[in-house]
């Protein structure tokens, strides 16, 4: 017997909203894992504002907020505006986040100006540091053996805004193009020295091999060799030394974060980073370099001993895993375009999207290594 094409409605619902989630779902581990974190930076949130006897309206609480920008990420959303329409209707959403069936959904703009308040006391920061600490507990981090790159973040800046700053001298008619950013505009040449972009004074004109310029910025991870793991991210101007300069920074942490001094700790990077002052720079950061030999009409600085070791070999193969978060961050994350402007934004973005990255490894990780908490 055919059945009728009628709608009922009940006036309540005996169901809770876990009731609606499947018990099998793959954000039931990750959502373990960030109220975990989050229990942790329960003193930094209590910094973040006013005490209670002062009164005001109650913010947005800074978890749910977080959960939220989590949640974009992981499902590719594009804006805050969309991100609230869907938690309006997505059932699965609103449990993430932590919403209750009747709760009200956020103004996006409210949404937006409370993020600005994580960003201003680097509760992301905090965030990627207590994951990681939760894969470093569970076995997942091998903590002696790295890898290193850096890869390129498209500005949500034009080369319309890319005008002359005050007090600069006259243009340059050479026309020269290089990866200092130099670029011919109408037989006019604009440079980042003589020119910044008017909505984003932090982008930089750059360009690397056979690309275009473009108002860019540089991101950098560095990665555990054991599952590929991002044990740092950052931000930088794009410009030629930044992949190396951030190197440093980001492995003598590593250095700084190690159990045992005894330890070696091996560095693994492309040809790139081949020159004589960053492996003089490893080597007395005690850091064993397992940089590709770029022997191309130049001698290496690289010793050869190094290049013929069992450990570097192994180094060089591992070291392509740092490529996955760079891919998943750019065809899920959205971070091959920002839509944030400024150093700092952009920087949490990144670790933010490099945050997500892992727990979506360490979520698999749990299921195929599991591990004792």
């Known amino acids: 017997m055919r059945g009728a094409d009628t709608f009922t409605e009940s006036l309540f619902t005996m169901r809770r909203l876990e009731d609606f989630v499947p018990a099998d779902h793959p954000l039931r581990p990750i959502r373990a894992m960030v109220n975990e974190a989050l229990l942790k930076m329960d003193g930094l949130f209590a910094g973040m504002y006013e005490a209670d006897i002062k009164g005001g ?3 947005i609480a800074p978890e749910k907020l977080l959960r939220a920008m989590l949640l974009q990420i992981f499902f590719s959303v594009r804006s805050e505006r969309q991100l609230m329409e869907q938690t309006q209707y997505n059932l699965l959403y609103r449990w993430f986040i932590g919403l209750a069936m009747d709760d009200a959904v956020w103004v996006p703009t409210v949404f937006t100006k409370n993020r600005e308040r994580l960003i201003a006391h680097d509760a992301i920061i905090e965030l990627f540091n207590h994951i990681v600490e939760t894969a470093e ?3 997942w981090l091998s903590g002696e053996h790295f890898s290193v790159d ?3 973040i498209q500005a949500w800046a034009s080369h319309r805004s890319f005008v002359r700053k005050n007090g600069a001298g006259d243009e340059d008619d ?3 193009d290089d990866n200092t950013g130099a670029t011919s505009f109408k037989g006019q040449t604009r440079s980042n020295d003589t020119h910044e972009s008017s909505t984003d004074a932090d982008a930089r004109l750059y360009r690397k091999g056979k690309t275009a310029s473009q108002m860019r910025y540089m991101g950098h ?4 060799n054991r599952h590929g793991l991002i044990a740092n991210a950052m931000v930088s101007t794009a410009d030629g030394h930044a992949e190396r300069e951030a190197a440093k920074v980001m492995i003598h942490g590593a250095c700084e974060a190690a159990a045992d001094d005894t330890i070696s700790i091996t560095l693994g990077a492309d040809k790139g980073y081949d020159a004589k002052e960053f492996i003089d720079a490893c080597r007395d950061m005690g850091v064993i370099p397992h940089v590709a030999q770029n022997k191309s009409g130049r001698r290496s600085a690289v010793p050869d001993a190094i290049a013929a070791s069992e450990g570097y070999v192994l180094s060089q193969r591992k070291r392509k895993l740092i490529e996955q978060g760079f891919g998943w961050a750019k065809t899920v994350g959205g971070i091959r375009q920002v839509m944030v402007q400024g150093l700092k934004r952009v920087d949490h973005l990144f670790v933010l999207t490099m945050t997500a990255y ?5 979520r698999s990780l749990g299921q195929i290594r599991p591990q004792s908490a």
């Open 174 to 176: 050479d026309g020269n």
């Open 358 to 362: 892992n727990l979506t490894r360490m």
């Open 221 to 224: 991870t560095l990665s555990d």
């Open 57 to 59: 309206r109650p913010s």
């Open 137 to 139: 507990r569970k076995g």
């Open 150 to 152: 850096g890869t390129l």
